[in-house]
C-alpha cells in the first residue's frame, strides 16, 4: 500500500539554526513528492515538488528537500529558520501524474526565538 | 499557479442539516479535487469532480452524505448531508495545475456541527 511517513509529531529548532523535517514514502514507481505547509487558519501553501532530476529541490521561503531514493526519504530542509517558519508541515506522495495524493500526518515546527 | 476561494469560509451548523461549499477557481482547471482534515489530522481525499461527469469518490464517503457538483471547468460544489458533530472539519478543494503533477489548495471551510 502507498504511505508516506512523518516520524516526528513536533519539531523543535532554535531560531537562525537549521531545520529539518523528516519524510518518508512507500510506492512503487517514480513517486511525485511534494511539502505543503499550513499556517493557523489558513489553507494548504504548495512549498516544493520533485518529481524527476537533481535529487536537491528548493523551493518558496527559503525551503529545501533532498530525495534520496534509496532511504525512500524527502526530508524538508533551511540552513537558518526563522519564528515565522512556524507552522504545520505536511509531507505529500501521488504515485504518478493526475493521481491523488497522499498526505503524511504533518509534523508541527516551532521556531523558538 | 491558479487563486482559489471558497465559500463559506467557516460556518456552525445544527446537526441534521445540510451545508453546500462552493470552491470557485480563477482559471479552467480539468481536475477538482475535495478533501476533509478533521481536528488535529491529515487530509484525507473525499472525491474528484471532474467536470461532465459524476464525482469519483475514495473508499468511506458516498454521494447519498457528499453530493458533489462540478457545472463547469471553474466551479464546483461540496454538499454535506444530514450533518452530524462528527463532520466537524476543514473542507479544502484543490485543483491540479496546466501539467497535472501539482495540487493548490483553496484556504479552507471550517465547519462545526452541534
Known amino acids: 500500500a502507498q504511505s508516506v511517513a512523518q516520524p516526528e509529531d513536533q519539531v523543535n529548532v532554535a531560531e537562525g539554526n537549521p531545520l529539518t523535517v523528516k519524510c518518508t514514502y512507500s510506492v512503487s514507481g517514480n513517486p511525485y513528492l511534494f511539502w505543503y505547509v499550513q499556517y493557523p487558519n489558513r489553507g494548504l501553501q504548495f512549498l516544493l515538488k520533485?518529481?524527476?532530476?537533481?535529487?536537491l529541490v528548493k523551493g518558496s521561503y527559503g525551503f529545501e528537500a533532498e530525495f534520496n531514493k534509496s532511504q525512500t526519504s524527502f526530508h524538508l530542509k533551511k540552513p537558518s529558520a526563522l519564528v515565522s517558519d512556524s507552522a504545520l508541515y505536511f509531507c505529500?506522495?501521488?504515485?504518478?501524474?493526475?493521481?491523488?495524493?497522499?498526505f503524511g500526518k504533518g509534523t508541527r515546527l516551532h521556531i523558538l526565538p | 499557479s491558479a487563486v482559489i476561494s471558497q465559500k463559506p469560509s467557516r460556518d456552525i451548523c445544527q446537526r441534521g442539516t445540510s451545508l453546500t461549499i462552493q470552491c470557485q477557481v480563477d482559471?479552467?482547471?480539468?481536475?477538482m479535487f475535495w478533501y476533509r482534515q478533521q481536528p488535529g489530522q491529515s487530509l484525507t481525499l473525499i472525491a474528484t469532480?471532474?467536470?461532465?461527469?459524476?464525482?469519483?469518490?475514495e473508499s468511506g464517503f458516498v454521494i447519498d452524505k457528499f453530493p458533489i457538483s462540478r457545472p463547469n471547468l471553474t466551479f464546483s460544489t461540496l454538499t454535506v448531508s444530514n450533518m452530524s458533530p462528527e463532520d466537524s472539519s476543514i473542507y479544502l478543494c484543490?485543483?491540479?495545475?496546466?501539467?497535472?503533477?501539482?495540487?493548490?489548495f483553496g484556504p479552507g471551510t471550517r465547519l462545526t456541527v452541534l
Open positions: 505529500a506522495v501521488s504515485p504518478s501524474r493526475d493521481d491523488k495524493i497522499i
Open positions: 484543490s485543483v491540479a495545475s496546466g501539467s497535472g503533477d501539482t495540487q493548490y
Open positions: 469532480a471532474n467536470q461532465g461527469s459524476e464525482a469519483t469518490y
Open positions: 482559471s479552467q482547471v480539468t481536475m
Open positions: 520533485y518529481i524527476t532530476g537533481d535529487n
